[in-house]
């Protein structure tokens, strides 16, 4: 799999190369700044350049002391595996040097240049770093969870809930269509209050439904239903926060899908494996509703989604399907979250330099994983030692976006790679200076690419 | 306002954008800095209105002592929005539904419609089938069709149980009702009516937890005062009024002198029961040492009180708040009736208003989306009923809210007093009548959502913050809302 190999290829660099981290700082900033008024010029001029003669490019662009080979050679290396890479296209390229991150203040750039970059462990070029790669009103929306989680978690192990339900948005269900989408809400299961927010598509009758209409049969011939797991690290969020009503009521719109979020029970309070129970449940519900099956086959087309804690539950409640002959017919995880006890090169590299500790990371599989156990286990680590083989197995075919920014990618693209290894039908999207929730906002190329994926995904058995 | 943000619930202004995130890093900064820092911001500092992310911060910012920041922030050269100017370029391989979603709060328009489907049985469908078509029915006029309808609704109802069985009948009297023309008494003896509150209060949290925020902020406002008047518009049994007593009883440096104005209707059998109330609370204040004043004031409608009748005394000396539960929706069967009150109101110079009113739209101008929106609106909350534990109580509350249901779909005119409407319009209504709000916090939702959980059979109950207003309902429905105003030409009161 060819992006695999180009971060193991990074990897190996960054050791050779020996390169400090305020080396790897500059390079990232060279590589994308120009002046405001030659801006297109210059992003020409750049990616030209770096298609001829990146070495001799880059060195003409320097004047820092430090010696250009070694500063440059992991970027080049990278650059020049990418380029070489027959499978990678040219939108996949332009993810990578988007032209977003082009500033349009120079004085910026010079700075960078004339002043030593101190050494990356200060909080403020942490925080500087990641307003680079993402639009200041993202940038504002992560950090501003960043801090409210912050205060949510306790030492102890204990959450927070009342603030943190306090502090979440949250928007009610709608059955008056809005742009082409309503919603409403369901109990699945009374005794454990699981509820699941349906959004449906409103095929043209721009009128509010009622009780009597809402679960009226769908028309099409094939539609796909989305049963989606909002992210949150299995602690926070809910179906109706509303980061997560938006993202579902776009989904809607982009795949012509029905979509159904999840709300399941969140730990601390409620620990593995209540939330895959909750998501077993849930698909067995959609699965039973007459009238979410396409006309076709009088079938329901299901295929499950989620980000961060939503796609590891994804992921667990397909082998669930599986094991028990309910069919699903593709899997989507988003930024999933993935981990074990071994300390691996993402996670140290990117530690808390784009919203994300590890501390953070191992409170909240600490908070998850039933008490005593560690990040081995195989709710965290399904193709670790303690994991069991997928070989043979029916499982739904898989889209697994991974974020170039997100700490815990080497467990995600491992992942990958152990469902590839068992002979699972995989397509794996690398989006290189992707942040986490880079979905959460349409304000950025990343969006755009991730959608168009999945709507092609779920539509791939549309006539 | 940037509008990506608003969608997603948080309201900032496009040109403060950098001036927030700078407000965010000097604050994790100092969260880093302060000792047990995060820990103060978590549990001792009280959170108001999240949506607005500066002031959020600020409060924050102001609790931990942070030192300005040393240089002011770089020109921003580009908003959020020249960012993606850019992308906006290659805009046409962007589907159109990723463009920007346009943002639906609650208040912009009252066609929102929350809905929570808890019974989707087959013989539910049918009798709400019916019932809408009832409705229908009555709505063109067709009164032989809605009669037969009205004859089925019965039939069906009887083969349904729980909550939905319940409701239906409820709808269906009061359709009957209206396509017969018998309407029902007005008004009802008031210790019927009475004790269905007191059964109501009992069963389901929604009195209680109207009760427990309106003091929370009257609390609040009564910080520091030595003498303090409460005016009731909805006095009825007095059962606000005791914890609120109790808690400025508890006051550290002593409670301070409590003087209560109760208003309310004329009872039938013109017994003076709301001296008798009165009479009770002061055996109480008596009991836990508090300085007690009292005056029942009888009215047909609020409408009729002038500042003049409510013997107020200089503020200077005497701070006053204005508490009303479920009273305000049923001036606006006058017209110019809730305007007159809100006037009152500003004559008397509260130091707080408080206001809790049921989270619907039972107001609007045609008859069939009044029926569906309460038909909606009373399933839930019969359902919310349905896990209670004393038969006799629920019985009680169902009949209690049976009658608001009755009042809605067969009343019209001057008699149809449940008028109920959402919050965002009585925001603007307030608005418009020279008030701002007053915020509640997370120390009055921490302690709503404590009282929740004393109530069983209650785990959908579930509190919501709303911009500065607290929303108690049933799963994801907001049922009532409280909020919480003051004159608009007082100073900012400063958190």
Redesign the interface.
Known sequence: MVISEVSSAAKQCYEEGKVQNCGGELLKKIGRVSC?NKREENKMEFEEGLLAHPSTFFLSFTPHTLSPLLLFFPFFFLVAVILNSPHLSCEVVRACFS??FL???PS?YLRSLSFPIPMAES??LN?NES?MVV???????I??FK??Y???R?PDGTF?R??A???D????????P???VFS????VE?ET?L?S?IYRPDEGENH?????D??KPVTSEVIPVIIFFHGGSFAHSSA?S??YD?LC??LV??CNAVVVSVNYRRAPENRYPCAYDDGWTALQWVSSRSWLQSRKDKKVHIYLAGDSSGGNIVHHVARKAVESGVEVMGNILLNPLFGGEERTESEKRLDGKYFVRIQDRDWYWRAFLPEGENKDHEACNPFGPKGRSLEGIPFPKSLIVVAGLDLVQDWQLAYAKGLEKAGQNVKLLYLEQATIGFY??????H??TV??EI?SFVSSDRS | M?E??A????K?R?SD??E??QK??Q???A??NARDG??Q???DTV?FN??D?SNWLETMINNLDVPPPPHPP?P?????K???T??AA?AD??????????P?P?ES?S????????D?QENG?RL??TL?ACAEAVHQNNLSLAEALVKQIGFLAVSQVGAMRKVATYFAEALARRIYGLYPENPIHHSFSDMLQIHFYETCPYLKFAHFTANQAILEAFQGKNRVHVIDFSMNQGMQWPALMQALALRPGGPPAFRLTGIGPPAADNSDHLQEVGWKLAQLAETIHVEFEYRGFVANSLADLDASMLELRPSETEAVAVNSVFELHKLLARPGAVEKVLSVVRQIRPEIVTVVEQEANHNGPGFLDRF?ES??YY?TMFDSLEGSVNSQDKVMSEVYLGKQICNVVACEGVDRVERHETLGQWRTRFGSAGFTPVHLG?NA??QA??LLALFAGG??Y????NNGCLMLGW????LIATSAWQLATKSVVAH
């Open positions: 405001p032209s977003q500033t349009s203040d910026l909080n403020q925080l307003k639009p200041l009103n993202m940038w504002v929306l950090s501003n801090l409210a912050n205060l949510l306790r927070n009342d603030l339900e306090f502090l948005r949250k928007v009610p269900a709608n059955a008056s809005v742009d082409g409403f809400d369901v109990v009374r209050s509820l927010r509010a439904r009622t009780l009597v809402i679960e109706d509303a980061i938006t009521r776009r719109g982009i959460l906002l349409p304000n950025n190329e969006f755009s959608m168009d709507k | 940037d990506l943000l969608v997603v619930g948080y900032v496009s954008m950098a927030v995130a965010l890093e604050l994790e900064e969260m880093g995060i820990s911001l978590s549990n959170h999240p949506a992310i770089l921003q050269q580009h908003s959020g020249a960012i993606y850019t992308a290659t391989s962007l589907s159109p539904s990723s463009k920007r979603v346009k639906s609650a328009s066609s929102t419609r929350p809905l929570v489907l808890v989707s469908i709400v089938h809408m569906t038909l909606h399933s997370s939702f921490k959502s404590m785990d959908g579930r509190v919501e913050e799963h994801t429905r907001p």
